[in-house]
């Protein structure tokens, strides 16, 4: 009789994971993966499939050290402008391919944060769930009252393991900086310290729950924007019960097409949804991968995840007009004065373009 193998637990999902043994984890993956680099570059293979080989190793092991590496990737999936195109293609399956945690622990949370039994709180509640992504994951419920609700439940032990990555992606950035020419172009620690902030943001429910708010009082007037409604009293810093509001994702553009919506229409309403963001609200959604966005059936653009927003201040009006003009102009010094004004550029003493 053949029994089922039990699949072996990911590194993260350690019970107990010291510093020492998270930073030998981390420094192994960092080192092996500088070392394919150095090697391939040795040797020269540059060869489509082995830069495939090396992306698809690189998403494994993402996936082992767990969400705040898997926050990197998927950042990083969008990033054709500095990463070979075999790893963007597989960095973008890290929006779907986290693999979910129990539907017992999951259980255990939502009454511990909600101080009730689950069907004392909701009248269905399905265990399966409809998504998982690095920070949580997502079910299907019905409330009492009938109305359809997503319940997203925090993954377990987040906060602790992001205090003991802190701690190894820090000596990981300061070793590169010792050791590696490349390292002291960037502003490693301007993109360290946002990068955690926005982090522990995001496993703030609470927060991202008035996140949506805000955002929905901004598109209150644009019925092309729907935002789901956030139930207050099924929410905490773990728990967040939303709206049921199914969609196509927005990168589906056979289901889309066969669906008869029109794609340019879409693709001109996220210009103009991302436009006012940036431009009149000043408050924008800063993770706009597929997972986070659908399409309705009439075309209209959902939002679905408010954990990581940025704010920026916002323009006078006179300032877009001199912006708009001067990116048409092609006038460099008056666009760059208005992106320092808005906080999307550091000043610095130098300001000429790299290569001018």
Same mark, same amino acid.
């Given at each position: 009789?053949?029994?089922?193998?039990?699949?072996?637990?990911?590194?993260?999902?350690?019970?107990?994971?010291?510093?020492?043994?998270?930073?030998?984890?981390?420094?192994?993956?960092?080192?092996?993966?500088?070392?394919?680099?150095?090697?391939?570059?040795?040797?020269?293979?540059?060869?489509?499939?082995?830069?495939?080989?090396?992306?698809?190793?690189?998403?494994?092991?993402?996936?082992?050290?767990?969400?705040?590496?898997?926050?990197?990737?998927?950042?990083?999936?969008?990033?054709?402008?500095?990463?070979?195109?075999?790893?963007?293609?597989?960095?973008?399956?890290?929006?779907?391919?986290?693999?979910?945690?129990?539907?017992?622990?999951?259980?255990?949370?939502?009454?511990?944060?909600?101080?009730?039994?689950?069907?004392?709180?909701?009248?269905?509640?399905?265990?399966?769930?409809?998504?998982?992504?690095?920070?949580?994951?997502?079910?299907?419920?019905?409330?009492? #009252?009938?109305?359809? @609700?997503?319940?997203?439940?925090?993954? !377990? %032990?987040? /906060?602790?393991?992001?205090?003991?990555?802190? +701690? $190894?992606?820090?000596?990981?950035?300061?070793?590169?900086?010792?050791?590696?020419?490349?390292?002291?172009?960037?502003?490693?620690?301007?993109?360290?310290?946002?990068?955690?902030?926005?982090?522990?943001?995001?496993?703030?429910?609470?927060?991202?729950?008035?996140?949506?708010?805000?955002?929905?009082?901004?598109?209150?007037?644009?019925?092309?924007?729907?935002?789901?409604?956030?139930?207050?009293?099924? #929410?905490?810093?773990? @728990?967040?019960?939303?709206?049921?509001? !199914? %969609?196509? /994702?927005?990168?589906?553009?056979?289901?889309? +097409? $066969?669906?008869?919506?029109?794609?340019?229409?879409?693709?001109?309403?996220?210009?103009?949804?991302?436009?006012?963001?940036?431009?009149?609200?000043?408050?924008?959604?800063?993770?706009?991968?597929?997972?986070?966005?659908?399409?309705?059936?009439?075309?209209?653009?959902?939002?679905?995840?408010?954990?990581?927003?940025?704010?920026?201040?916002?323009?006078?009006?006179?300032?877009?007009?001199?912006?708009?003009?001067?990116?048409?102009?092609?006038?460099?010094?008056?666009?760059?004065?208005?992106?320092?004004?808005?906080?999307?550029?550091?000043?610095?003493?130098?300001?000429?373009?790299?290569?001018?």
């Amino acid at each position: 009789m053949l029994t089922q193998k039990t699949p072996k637990p990911l590194r993260w999902q350690r019970s107990k994971y010291s510093p020492l043994t998270r930073q030998i984890d981390v420094f192994s993956a960092a080192g092996t993966f500088l070392f394919y680099l150095w090697w391939d570059r040795l040797w020269g293979n540059n060869a489509s499939a082995t830069k495939q080989k090396r992306a698809k190793w690189l998403i494994q092991t993402m996936l082992d050290l767990g969400p705040t590496f898997i926050k990197i990737g998927q950042a990083l999936s969008t990033r054709a402008d500095i990463l070979p195109l075999e790893y963007v293609a597989e960095l973008e399956k890290l929006q779907d391919k986290v693999p979910p945690f129990s539907a017992d622990r999951a259980v255990a949370i939502i009454e511990s944060e909600l101080g009730n039994s689950l069907f004392s709180l909701y009248r269905e509640f399905n265990e399966r769930p409809l998504a998982a992504a690095s920070l949580g994951q997502v079910h299907r419920a019905k409330l009492h #009252t009938g109305e359809q @609700v997503i319940v997203k439940v925090q993954r !377990p %032990g987040l /906060k602790e393991l992001f205090d003991l990555d802190m +701690q $190894a992606v820090r000596r990981v950035m300061r070793f590169c900086q010792r050791s590696f020419a490349w390292a002291r172009l960037y502003d490693l620690d301007a993109i360290y310290n946002e990068f955690f902030m926005i982090l522990y943001q995001e496993i703030d429910y609470i927060k991202e729950g008035k996140n949506a708010d805000r955002f929905r009082d901004n598109f209150d007037n644009y019925s092309g924007i729907i935002v789901p409604k956030v139930y207050w009293e099924y #929410t905490t810093h773990k @728990v967040l019960t939303l709206e049921y509001l !199914p %969609g196509i /994702k927005v990168d589906d553009r056979k289901t889309l +097409q $066969a669906c008869g919506v029109d794609i340019k229409r879409v693709n001109q309403l996220g210009i103009c949804c991302y436009l006012k963001q940036i431009l009149q609200d000043g408050f924008f959604q800063a993770d706009p991968h597929p997972g986070n966005i659908a399409v309705s059936s009439n075309g209209s653009l959902i939002f679905y995840d408010f954990g990581m927003m940025a704010e920026i201040k916002a323009l006078a009006k006179d300032q877009m007009i001199r912006s708009f003009f001067a990116v048409m102009r092609k006038d460099v010094d008056v666009v760059i004065d208005t992106l320092i004004d808005i906080g999307l550029v550091e000043p610095m003493s130098d300001m000429t373009p790299c290569g001018a």
